[in-house]
């Protein structure tokens, strides 16, 4: 059965000859017109550019058996699609992520400078925002993206994730209300997160601890993952005196050197750091009060594939 736009269903079967070369044409036209929109849907819901690659791989599969003329909008449709395909993803995903070694934190992409000058883009992405909506359930976390970030209508994320409207609108309330509580206090602007990546750099580069813990809250927490091929803290680490001792004796014990490089991560300003040249990982963070309150590193060599060319995303 084809699921329609209006939430009833047609038969959707396949057409002979010409016209099912000009469907064939009119369908590949679509899936790419909005493929850009596809990958971000699936990536906020997954955190894996990976896996949204996978989801589009099989919403594509999906998509060349539908009869168009069914269809009422084509968008919409996509996205139901991709949108159950993540949800069933997100569900499996869920025993890879227990079996995971240490800390998992979503895959870093290479974003384009539009990407953050898109506010509410950018912080869709960002990955303060994408570890709260780890904590979420699979599909307390589709209806939260589909709503509060795509606007998408609660009849229309109701098709989607197979519920009732009236529940789901349950769940985008109990979703937004867990989001809000832990979610940054305020929009910090990406000159301010600069500035402060800046100094934390500094401080990095000359081991320098006093520097350290000028620009670290005190409540901060670094997070990093190396997915057990690389060295990584088995649990977050808290408090600006522990993240600031840790960083420069694990500096003086390894005797290395590294180095920073700015760079935009998921839509927000980080680092890339390189030791003797090489790359060895990606550092985001989490700024409010002019201080860093969140540490993410990304060392597992498995997610550093989206760090060479930028990945564009959007929200239309």
């Known amino acids: 059965m084809n699921e329609r736009r209006d939430g009833t269903t047609g038969t959707a079967e396949p057409m002979a000859g010409g016209g099912r ?3 064939v044409s009119e369908a590949t036209e679509a899936f790419l017109v909005h493929r850009n929109l596809l990958f971000t849907v699936a990536y906020e819901m997954l955190g894996s550019a990976a896996d949204a690659e996978d989801v589009l791989q099989e919403t594509w599969l999906r998509w060349m058996k539908v009869d168009l003329e069914q269809v009422l909008d084509q968008r919409a449709y996509l996205v139901r699609i991709a ?4 949800l069933d993803r997100l569900r499996s995903m869920k025993r890879r992520k227990e079996a995971y070694v240490g800390p998992w ?7 384009a ?3 953050a000058e898109d506010v509410e883009l950018a912080e869709s992405v960002s990955m303060a925002l994408m570890l709260v909506l780890e904590t979420l ?7 939260f993206v589909l709503r509060e970030v795509f606007d998408v209508g609660y009849d229309e994320i109701s098709a989607a994730v ?3 409207p009236a529940t789901v609108r349950q769940i985008a309330h109990r979703a937004r209300r867990h989001v809000d509580a832990r979610r940054p206090r305020e929009v910090v602007s990406p000159s301010q997160t600069r500035a402060v990546l800046e100094s934390f750099q500094r401080a990095v580069e000359t081991r320098d601890l006093q520097g350290l813990l000028d620009v670290l809250a005190p409540e901060v927490v670094l997070i990093s993952d190396g997915g057990g091929v690389k060295q990584a803290a088995p649990q977050p680490i808290i408090g600006a005196g522990k993240v600031a001792r840790m960083i420069v004796s694990g500096l003086g014990k390894a005797q290395i050197a590294l180095a920073g490089e ?9 680092l890339l750091l390189r030791v003797d040249g090489d790359i060895d990982g990606v550092i985001a963070a989490r700024v409010e009060d002019a201080r860093i309150t969140g540490l993410y590193y990304v060392r597992n060599p498995q997610k550093l594939t ?11």
């Open 306 to 316: 989206r760090i060479a060319s930028e990945t564009p995303l959007t929200l239309r």
């Open 113 to 115: 400078p539009d990407v």
């Open 137 to 143: 359930s699979p599909t307390e976390r589709v209806v």
């Open 262 to 270: 700015p760079t935009v991560v998921n839509g927000n300003p980080a």
């Open 83 to 86: 949108t159950r395909r993540s």
């Open 21 to 23: 070369m000009a469907c």
């Open 105 to 111: 934190l979503p895959e870093p992409l290479l974003t």
């Open 162 to 164: 197979g519920k009732t």
